[in-house]
């Protein structure tokens, strides 16, 4: 097994050293390193690992640079990635769905849609002669989520 080693850069305390997992410190040093390097003290209750872990990403942070303000901002909750779409059917595909009991089928083709030997241009419709209320086509087929 390969060992890995995280070396912080110099600190204002000179007991700071590369920490491996052959020589990992104890909590008490972990905190002292964690306040070295965060400049507040550690959290409470939290695992050894977790310290050890924390203070190696912020030294490298340090040594490399940190995340960019764009991806600061996603991880904050500012733009997450779009979720992606959930890909079309193609034609010849046929879309089925239990309603009350009864199993109504859709085929795709290349107008539209055929349901029940009539053609029509979009899922709504028929999921409203279905129901008798306004759906969205793709949601009453499962094509698509509700929100």
Known sequence: MQSTSITAPASNNPST???TPSNTPNRAALTLEWQNQFGCPAPLGCYVNFLHQAIGWQAQVKKHGGLSAAER????GGSAPSAPSAPSPTIGARLIRVWQGETHQVSIVKEGYLYKDQHWKSLSAIAKAITGTPWSGPVFFGLKKSS
Request: zero cysteines; hydrophobic letters at 45%; charged letters at 30%.
């Open 17 to 19: 050293k590369s920490i």
């Open 73 to 76: 901002k996603q991880l904050l």
